[in-house]
């Protein structure tokens, strides 16, 4: 091998054509040995890559993507509603992202998170047209369902978490959430309390369903609904929300959240007002995030599981950018008993 060929030559210089001579095959043949086409035995492969790594070389991934018009990348979108208040900080967020991450870097893609405060008409369309990436996935659907329909009529790389609505023209993964709602009002009648009251943002679907079945659930024995209380999914919110409760009078005995983060804000204006949870207030909330277990007392509530959800969301993902029309999808709500109802 004379210097010129030498694997130790500088990174600035070498090429794939560099690699391809000292491999003693064509530049397509290294192109698709380092892209890994199985159209490449193995052992060529093999040979190839191990040519490229002691010569230092590294391929251009900007240059392939531009050549085969793509990013390699998907995009994971927060339509953050201005009437749901809910934070890029919601552990709820935090959690299913980090799945979506390990999910879409298993299969070679980067992410890419984008979130939308009170997005305006024409705002999804517009992150799409901008080709910043290959798919996308959205975390809820906040107030967006129809910008959402609109868009999944000409847009197929998308998968939405959120509720099934048989109207719905996109693809969506979700948990039963009105089975859900029964599971935790079933469960709090059990324990005797009767006056149970609903805390949560109706106007946000996912959460209208858990009402739904808050509903049906106390429809079932006779039990008295009491009005929904308006909350967002930020804890300051729920904190006042729960406040004003009390301070109007209302004997009630349970409080059904409408997600974990509420059901914390919840619990502290019960504890500041002196109220002992469970004993004169039980509280269930919805998510099962991480804090769930950890809060005093822990927080009975409703377990959806997100690393399920986001291996199904990424591999129905995929599939729509194969182009294949995939079906929604519902995973199964559990109830999870700790102290707030049970200590």
């Not at 299913?96 to 984008?114: A, C, F, N, P």
Request: glycine share 8%; hydrophobic share 40%; charged share 25%.
């Amino acid at each position: 091998m004379s210097e010129s060929e030498s694997p130790t030559a500088p990174l600035a210089r070498l090429k794939m054509s560099d690699v391809a001579r000292l491999a003693g095959v064509s530049v397509s043949t290294v192109s698709r040995a380092l892209a890994g086409s199985p159209l490449i035995p193995q052992p060529l492969r093999d040979k190839i890559e191990a040519i490229a790594a002691e010569a230092g070389y590294a391929v251009n991934h900007s240059a392939r993507t531009l050549r085969m018009q793509t990013t390699r990348t998907i995009g994971v979108v927060l339509p953050i509603g201005e009437k749901t208040d809910q934070r890029a900080t919601d552990p709820f967020l935090i959690e299913m992202v980090g799945h979506l991450t390990d999910e879409v870097i298993k299969r070679g893609y980067d992410l890419l998170v984008s979130k939308a405060p009170a997005p305006r008409e024409g705002w999804l369309s517009t992150l799409i047209q901008s080709h910043r990436f290959d798919g996308m996935l959205m975390i809820g659907q906040s107030d967006q369902s129809s910008g959402l329909d609109d868009v999944a009529r000409r847009y197929m790389p998308m998968v939405v978490w959120g509720e099934r609505s048989p109207e719905s023209a996109y693809c969506s993964v979700g948990v039963d959430n009105a089975y859900g709602g029964r599971l935790a009002t079933d469960h709090l009648l059990s324990i005797g309390r009767r006056r149970i009251r609903f805390l949560g943002p109706l106007d946000v679907p996912e959460v209208a369903a858990r009402h739904r079945g808050y509903l049906e659930a106390l429809d079932g024995v006779g039990a008295e609904a009491g009005e929904p209380v308006a909350s967002t999914f930020a804890h300051v919110s729920a904190y006042e929300a729960t406040r004003r409760l009390i301070e109007s009078g209302d004997r009630f005995d349970a409080l059904f959240c409408a997600s974990d983060v509420i059901a914390g804000g919840a619990q502290r204006a019960l504890m500041d007002a002196g109220r002992r949870i469970p004993a004169d207030v039980a509280i269930a909330g919805f998510d099962d995030v991480p804090l769930a277990q950890y809060m005093s007392p822990p927080l009975t509530t409703i377990r959806q599981d997100l690393k399920v959800a986001a291996n199904l969301m990424v591999e129905l993902l995929f599939r729509r950018l194969d182009g294949t029309a995939t079906p929604s999808s519902v995973i199964p709500a559990r109830l999870v008993i700790r102290a707030s109802t049970t200590g």
